[in-house]
């Protein structure tokens, strides 16, 4: 996501377009997650615009639409993933496929997981999100999962919502993240050169920085061992998110000097009346 209502004025200017607000965005952080694709395969004219809009280190997790992950369950898709790789082919190996299943999928289906990612194009970087709890606190269906993405050289990507629900929610973002993001165990552990890390912060800074600090080690390590992650930091109602991600990029570079700083962003002008 690289639109958000708040962030207009403070992140982009309001003078950007709508369809140039990616280029500004790519000032602030230097990855972002294709939420959009889930609901819809994008035209390829609108993934070329993407890829015009940002540099040729600039990452997209992209996900895999709904229709093949949660209605077809990745079972007889194979028109509708030639038609979401033809579209986001501009973005090359820039591109990371992002497949999130639904809770329900769980250990009996994960022979259908290694058979579409085996399928999948070589040298497409892929990563899966689970959210079955039995993968993470039933030893066996763990290492089923795990030996069926090492098999296609895929990531498991944790989404660790734990700080967030440590005290119940107080304003309506809250609220309506408590009643959808799953409450799974923190899970740290990589298992290719490209983790991906999805965090769920709290209501205020305070509480998403305190939270993020285990986080902060464990990606120092990944780097330190030269695997190349990617981290995306959330709140309940993200208008700090950029600010948030930026703050997270530097507590990591304090354990780990030479990495390569983020892009300094263009100014955004003051909001005026006339």
Request: hydrophobic content about 40%; some cysteine.
């Amino acid at each position: 996501m690289w639109t958000h209502k708040a962030w207009a004025g403070r992140f982009v200017a309001q003078s950007v377009p709508a369809k140039e607000r990616l280029r500004a965005y790519a000032g602030w952080c230097n990855a972002v997650e294709g939420n959009t694709t889930f609901y819809a395969t994008p035209a390829r004219t609108t993934v070329e615009s993407w890829a015009e809009q940002t540099g040729p280190d600039f990452r997209f997790v992209v996900k895999v639409p709904k229709t093949v992950t949660h209605e077809r369950r990745l079972v007889g898709v194979e028109a509708e993933m030639r038609a979401f790789l033809d579209a986001v082919e501009p973005l090359g190996d820039r591109a990371v496929l992002w497949t999130q299943l639904p809770g329900s999928f769980g250990a009996g289906e994960v022979d259908a997981l290694a058979r579409f990612l085996r399928r999948l194009p070589a040298g497409l970087r892929r990563a899966v999100e689970v959210r079955h709890p039995g993968f993470f606190t039933d030893p066996r269906s763990t290492s089923l999962l795990e030996r069926a993405l090492a098999g296609a050289d895929a990531e498991w990507v944790p989404f660790d919502t734990t700080v967030f629900f440590q005290r119940p929610p107080t304003t309506a973002a809250a609220q309506e993240a408590w009643e959808r993001k799953p409450r799974l165990p923190r899970r740290t552990r990589a298992l290719t050169d490209h983790p991906v890390v999805r965090y769920l912060g709290g209501e205020t800074a305070e509480e998403t920085v305190a939270g993020w600090r285990p986080w902060v080690e464990v990606v120092a390590g990944w780097l330190r061992e030269g695997r190349s992650p990617t981290v995306f930091l959330h709140t309940p109602d993200n208008d700090d998110a950029p600010a948030l991600a930026r703050r997270f990029h530097e507590d990591v570079r304090a354990l780990v000097p030479d990495l390569t700083p983020l892009p300094e962003p263009d100014p955004v002008e003051p909001a005026t009346l006339f």
